[in-house]
């Protein structure tokens, strides 16, 4: 199958897709509320990414069999044309496994979900946007689990048989009565198409400009063909061990708990574990992993399931990376490979403090090669190594070499950053073989702005 890549836009009034294939670039207008579905109406660039960042978007989206979507508006957001509520139910019951925030403050949605997972059974996932139900005491949990309630009644399931999500302004009570009605409506407007399937992934965006998906299929070795699909959300209070994002990955695999459980939680330290915007854990992050068996009643076993395994594994980093390229006021995504590590342990602390590091971000927003950051950066990790094993070469040019400054030319290495979106590092110790690969973002003065007056 071809694969293009998606390139958003800076000019709003455009709102141009370039479809990259084959080497043709074919350009086509995507209308305005599929690019701004935020309560602050703006379009961030959302440049490819290889395999030192490059977003693969496949050509066509693949729906598993079994599922049916909805998105609504029911009132949380102020402007009636943005949908707030999302409804997804799944017609066989499915085993679901899910990944939580490690943020001790942890929202209405994750006491309530937390304690069902992983298990069997599932029909339902309802979230909604623009009210995180965090820090709203025993009403919010209330409020939650009447929220799966509502969806378990829908879809014809046992009231514990839904999960919820919510996300946005922290310490705000749920208006129930808009709640309750979008819930029922959402239920009426239940289909399996594609649309259907956007709407449900607009559902849960606040800041987020585009909605952001992917989907798989592959083939056991019998013929049978397995699909997967997910939508995510997150622009910003992104970091490791969880983040502000919510991401609901659905499948027509069979799958026992512990193996759903098990797939996820490596498929996500590796994609959602390894994005950094701003170093801030969210009260409501949540990833969840549905199988239904639809598709195959047959858990995978052997080749299925290594094939199955890194297909959920590539969804979880082609949503992952395209949350910080759509990060709040961002102007570069950095890619950070680390590699020459004694374990993979040290070498997400490095690329994490080189991520998170302000000084580090800001170079990069003003395109200025300053490789004395970067290194600085890797001593602050905790992590014990040889400083004359340390190498960093910076969008492919050498800057730091065993230890030692390497000449280059300032200019031209400037404006390799400033006339491309994607920046690259890459950093080499002597250690050991262990390597990972990181994303974050440049720091801006609109990012700034943006965070400044989020609630005001």
């Known amino acids: 199958?071809?694969?293009?890549?998606?390139?958003?836009?800076?000019?709003?009034?455009?709102?141009?897709?370039?479809?990259?294939?084959?080497?043709?670039?074919?350009?086509?207008?995507?209308?305005?509320?599929?690019?701004?579905?935020?309560?602050?109406?703006?379009?961030?660039?959302?440049?490819?990414?290889s395999n030192s960042g490059t977003i693969i978007v496949m050509k066509q989206l693949f729906i598993p069999q079994g599922y049916r979507f909805a998105g609504v508006h029911c009132g949380l957001k102020s402007d009636p044309n943005l949908l707030d509520l999302t409804l997804?139910?799944?017609?066989?019951?499915?085993?679901?496994?899910?990944?939580?925030?490690?943020?001790?403050?942890?929202?209405?949605?994750?006491?309530?979900?937390?304690?069902?997972?992983?298990?069997?059974?599932?029909?339902?996932?309802?979230a909604n946007s623009r009210i995180a139900n965090d820090c709203t005491g025993e009403q919010g949990i209330r409020d939650a689990r009447e929220m799966t309630e509502l969806a378990a009644h829908y879809a014809g399931a046992e009231p514990d048989k839904a999960l919820v999500m919510?996300?946005?302004?922290?310490?705000?009570?749920?208006?129930?009565?808009?709640?309750?009605?979008?819930?029922?409506?959402?239920?009426?407007?239940?289909?399996?198409?594609?649309?259907?399937?956007?709407?449900?992934?607009?559902?849960?965006?606040?800041?987020?400009?585009?909605?952001?998906?992917a989907s798989r299929q592959i083939t056991f070795q019998?013929?049978?063909?397995?699909?997967?699909?997910?939508?995510?959300?997150g622009a910003?209070?992104?970091?490791?061990?969880?983040?502000?994002?919510?991401?609901?990955?659905?499948?027509?695999?069979?799958?026992?708990?512990?193996?759903?459980?098990?797939?996820?939680s490596e498929s996500v330290e590796e994609s959602f574990n390894c994005v950094s915007i701003d170093g801030h854990t969210s009260p409501s992050d949540t990833v969840l992993l549905f199988a239904n068996g639809a598709a195959d009643a047959s858990p995978p076993v052997g080749n299925d399931l290594t094939k199955f395994a890194e297909a959920l594994r590539e969804i979880c980093i082609e949503l992952a990376i395209q949350m910080p390229a759509d990060g709040e006021g961002v102007s570069h995504l950095i890619t950070i490979d680390v590699q020459g590590?004694?374990?993979?342990?040290?070498?997400?602390?490095?690329?994490?403090?080189?991520?998170?590091?302000?000084?580090?971000?800001?170079a990069i927003c003003g395109a200025d090669p300053n490789w004395g950051r970067i290194v600085s950066a890797t001593g602050n990790a905790g992590v014990p190594f040889d400083t004359k094993g340390v190498s960093l070469q910076?969008?492919?040019?050498?800057?730091?070499?065993?230890?030692?400054?390497?000449?280059?030319?300032?200019?031209?290495?400037?404006?390799?950053?400033?006339?491309?979106?994607?920046?690259?590092?890459?950093?080499?110790?002597?250690?050991g073989e262990a390597a990972i690969r990181f994303w974050t973002t440049d720091l801006t003065t609109e990012f700034v702005r943006l965070n400044s007056d989020y609630t005001t």
Do not use: W
């Open 1 to 49: 199958m071809e694969k293009f890549m998606i390139v958003f836009s800076e000019k709003p009034v455009k709102h141009r897709t370039e479809f990259s294939m084959s080497g043709m670039k074919i350009k086509a207008r995507i209308p305005k509320e599929r690019l701004c579905n935020s309560p602050v109406h703006r379009t961030r660039n959302l440049a490819p990414v």
């Open 88 to 126: 997804v139910v799944s017609d066989t019951p499915a085993t679901v496994a899910a990944v939580y925030t490690q943020n001790l403050v942890c929202g209405a949605a994750v006491e309530v979900d937390r304690p069902r997972t992983p298990g069997t059974g599932f029909k339902a996932m309802v």
């Open 166 to 213: 919510s996300t946005g302004v922290i310490g705000v009570m749920l208006p129930m009565d808009k709640v309750r009605a979008g819930i029922a409506d959402a239920a009426k407007q239940l289909t399996s198409d594609e649309a259907s399937f956007h709407r449900a992934a607009r559902g849960i965006m606040t800041t987020d400009t585009v909605e952001k998906t």
């Open 222 to 233: 019998d013929g049978t063909v397995i699909t997967l699909a997910g939508f995510c959300k």
């Open 236 to 264: 910003a209070m992104i970091a490791p061990n969880m983040r502000t994002m919510l991401a609901m990955i659905m499948t027509d695999a069979a799958l026992e708990p512990a193996v759903a459980q098990k797939l996820l």
């Open 341 to 362: 590590c004694k374990t993979k342990d040290d070498a997400k602390k490095i690329a994490r403090q080189v991520a998170e590091d302000v000084l580090v971000k800001t």
């Open 394 to 431: 910076l969008n492919g040019f050498e800057l730091f070499h065993d230890g030692e400054p390497m000449p280059f030319d300032k200019t031209v290495v400037s404006d390799s950053i400033r006339n491309n979106r994607d920046t690259h590092f890459l950093l080499t110790f002597k250690e």
